[in-house]
């Protein structure tokens, strides 16, 4: 059924600023994920207005269509079917808001896509660059800016390891997630929504380092990094250290230990928590209330670590497993 006219119907950019309000309303949505939204609708958006159509009056035909143009443009499986539920979430928006009499996207398949496995580092790898980034905290013969910038560097590795935090967790964590008895921090998530995280003795001393080294740098010299109620603080416009810095200090650390540059994240490292967690036996639910997944199934991807697990198990363990 073709959608009624369009000649009374919103713009498509009024559409979209209505359908994020929402997602940030009603579901909780952060900056980033509205930012992702705001990109992929804008581009469809704007493939719509190539064609003569807009959300408003766009048939299922013409989804088709812009999903064979990405497809021609070079975007991987993953980016289509992200564009694809992004298509979904806002036509079946405009249906429960009446903007639209039917959901032209309902009836749409995704691209076939291999089971998407993240990239993980060995606990042994991640032991090269916690040792690392040790040694070059711990240098003689740098200057003090440096050695404050690699006691930093040690710390956000020792703390993102430990907690399995999202990087923008990380970087805007409060002064205070460092006090000497914390065993716990509460971390601020995804829909403005906390959680207790535990931290091990090296991460609890990496900081205390970090911040022992901050004090310093205070009483030698006066500046408003000292008196940042962050962290990890920066004369930033956010006031605390950027996701885009920290992810260019963690690859030049990668590089230094030895490993690929391109092998190496902040978000690498959060799965590298989380599966060398399963790895070791812990129960799927406490990693995913560590991560801060809302859904189970958003932790389910690791899954292939536990059935790994419980293969080595049988096949060592078994009474009639061969030898």
């Not at 959608?3 to 949505?29: I, R, V, W, Y």
């Not at 992004?86 to 691209?111: C, V, W, Y």
């Not at 240098?139 to 690699?150: F, G, H, I, N, T």
């Not at 997630?177 to 091990?200: C, F, H, Q, S, Y």
């Amino acid at each position: 059924m073709r959608a009624k006219s369009s000649a009374n119907k919103p713009s498509d950019s009024k559409l979209t600023g209505l359908f994020l309000d929402m997602l940030a309303a009603e579901q909780g949505a952060g900056p980033n994920t509205l930012d992702a939204y705001r990109r992929d609708l804008t581009d469809f958006s704007e493939f719509l207005g190539r064609v003569g159509h807009t959300f408003a009056d766009a048939e299922t035909q013409v989804l088709r269509d812009y999903l064979g143009d990405l497809d021609a443009r070079g975007f991987k499986s993953s980016s289509v079917a992200r564009r694809l539920s992004a298509m979904r979430h806002l036509f079946r928006f405009l249906l429960n808001e009446r903007i639209r009499t039917e959901d032209p996207a309902a009836i749409l398949s995704g691209p076939k896509r291999g089971r998407g496995l993240p990239k993980v580092l060995s606990i042994a790898d991640v032991d090269r660059m916690l040792r690392r980034a040790k040694e070059l905290s711990e240098a003689a013969e740098v200057s003090p800016a440096q050695r404050l910038r690699s006691l930093r560097l040690y710390c956000l590795l020792e703390v993102l390891y430990a907690t399995g935090l999202r990087v923008s967790e990380l970087v805007a964590l409060p002064r205070t997630a460092a006090k000497r008895d914390a065993r716990m921090i509460v971390v601020r998530g995804k829909g403005d929504k906390e959680r207790l995280v535990p931290l091990n003795d090296a991460s609890r001393q990496a900081m205390a380092d970090y911040l022992a080294a901050t004090e310093a740098a205070k009483a030698g010299k006066k500046n408003g990094l000292a008196a940042s109620k962050w962290l990890f603080p920066s004369f930033g416009e956010s006031g605390h250290l950027t996701r885009q810095h920290f992810a260019r200090d963690l690859k030049e650390l990668a590089v230094a230990s030895g490993l690929q540059a391109r092998l190496v994240s902040p978000h690498v490292l959060r799965h590298a928590f989380a599966s060398h967690l399963l790895h070791n036996g812990a129960d799927l639910r406490i990693v995913q209330t560590l991560l801060g997944h809302t859904d189970i199934s958003t932790t389910q991807i690791y899954t292939h670590v536990v059935e790994e697990r419980l293969k080595s198990l049988v096949r060592d363990l078994h009474p009639l497993a061969e030898k």
